[in-house]
């Protein structure tokens, strides 16, 4: 069990807007703990999609974004693609566990 | 080109010991952090610990306290995990990644490929 929690699955057209959902607690991301986002493609190392709640690094598209509110925070991607087609996991700092924490990910599926 | 190279595939009998490794390069690593991250098969990202390779500090996650040992080598730029007393639910994919100084806010920026470490008699 995660402590924090995702959608197992989400799914979607081509060209239609997911959004995926990470949801934590007072001693991680409603402490003021950044939220960062990873995209997992099939058989590979994940990848930094997402840091500091908001910010994409060089080379992500701009299809991809991401907010915090609260205890919680929400990845979205929109126009999606078929090489969407990933797991997705939302990261933070917890600080009752002194480390880094995960969600469990989440399986986009581009119908 | 900034990246970690991680050392190939391991077999370990339960009990065993299993050190891996991670080699930076297009970076100096004493200006970092590297953290290990494992993934068991068809499960999800668990974070094991990580290093200030700037001053020594290390962390790890309470599950595995005891168990795992994280170090660097400054002068072969290179990142170490060291997992004792190894039982089967250790088999996984081990991944070493990039901590930025300011990592709350960065997060883990680079990703080694994977290190597949698999326990069974």
Redesign the interface.
């Known amino acids: 069990q995660?402590v924090l929690t995702q959608p197992p699955s989400v799914s979607g057209a081509p060209g239609q807007r997911v959004t995926i959902s990470c949801t934590g607690s007072s001693s991680n991301i409603g402490a003021g703990?950044?939220v960062?986002w990873?995209q997992q493609l099939p058989g590979t190392?994940?990848?930094?999609l997402i840091?500091?709640n908001s910010n994409r690094?060089s080379g992500v598209p701009d299809r991809f974004s991401s907010s915090k509110s609260g205890t919680s925070a929400s990845l979205a991607i929109t126009g999606l693609q078929a090489e969407d087609e990933a797991d997705y996991?939302c990261?933070s700092?917890d600080t009752s566990?002194?480390?880094?924490?995960?969600?469990?990910?989440t399986k986009l599926t581009v119908l | 080109q900034v990246q970690l190279a991680q050392s190939g595939a391991e077999v370990k009998p339960p009990g065993a010991s299993v050190k891996v490794s991670c080699k930076a390069s297009g970076f100096t690593l004493t200006n970092y952090g590297i953290?290990w991250?494992r993934q068991a098969p068809g499960q999800?990202?668990?974070?094991m610990?990580?290093i200030s390779a700037y001053n020594g500090y290390t962390?790890?996650?309470?599950k595995l306290q005891g168990r795992v040992t994280v170090t660097t080598d400054p002068s072969t730029s290179t990142a170490y995990v060291e997992l004792r007393s190894l039982r089967s639910d250790d088999t996984a994919v081990y991944?070493c990644t990039r901590l930025p100084r300011n990592y709350?806010?960065?997060?883990?920026?680079?990703?080694?490929?994977?290190t597949t470490v698999t326990v069974s008699s």
């Open positions: 995660s703990y950044d960062h990873y190392a994940p990848k930094l840091y500091g690094p996991y990261q700092f566990l002194s480390g880094s924490v995960f969600g469990g990910g | 953290s991250v999800g990202l668990e974070w610990g990580w962390n790890y996650a309470q991944y709350y806010y960065y997060g883990m920026d680079v990703w080694g490929q994977g």
